[in-house]
Nanobody
């Protein structure tokens, strides 16, 4: 079994910053991409940022220049630094990882989500 645990959400004023973290644990042999998604009320879940195992990153257009994704493959962690936050960034943020377990089975796993609210 594999678990993803997020932390770091909260309430912040417009223009402020937050840092989200996610740690994968359990029966892990290797991890491919580690990603951050978000889902706002009444909207579909969307990919915010992705970090591949070979160091490449990708961002949604709406967060480019404001968010930075980073991962520590040795520790099975991924972080999302969010700066210049806007009210439209308000959502539940989910960590997602492409994991191969020790039995050679590959699956996508999700964290439980962490609420980010940007409001004055």
């Amino acid at each position: 079994q594999v678990q993803l645990v997020e932390s770091g959400g909260g309430l912040v004023q417009p223009g402020g910053s937050l840092r989200l973290s996610c740690t994968a644990s359990g029966s892990i042999f290797s991890i491919g991409a580690m990603n951050w998604y978000r889902q706002a009320p009444g909207k579909q879940r969307e990919l915010v940022a992705a970090a591949t195992s070979d160091g490449r990153t990708n961002y949604a257009d709406s967060v480019k220049g404001r968010f930075t994704v980073s991962r520590d493959s040795a520790k099975n962690t991924v972080a999302l630094q969010m700066n210049s936050l806007k009210p439209e960034d308000t959502a539940v943020y989910y960590c997602n990882a492409d994991v191969m377990n020790r039995l050679g089975v590959r699956n996508h796993y999700w964290g439980q989500g962490t609420q980010v609210t940007v409001s004055s």
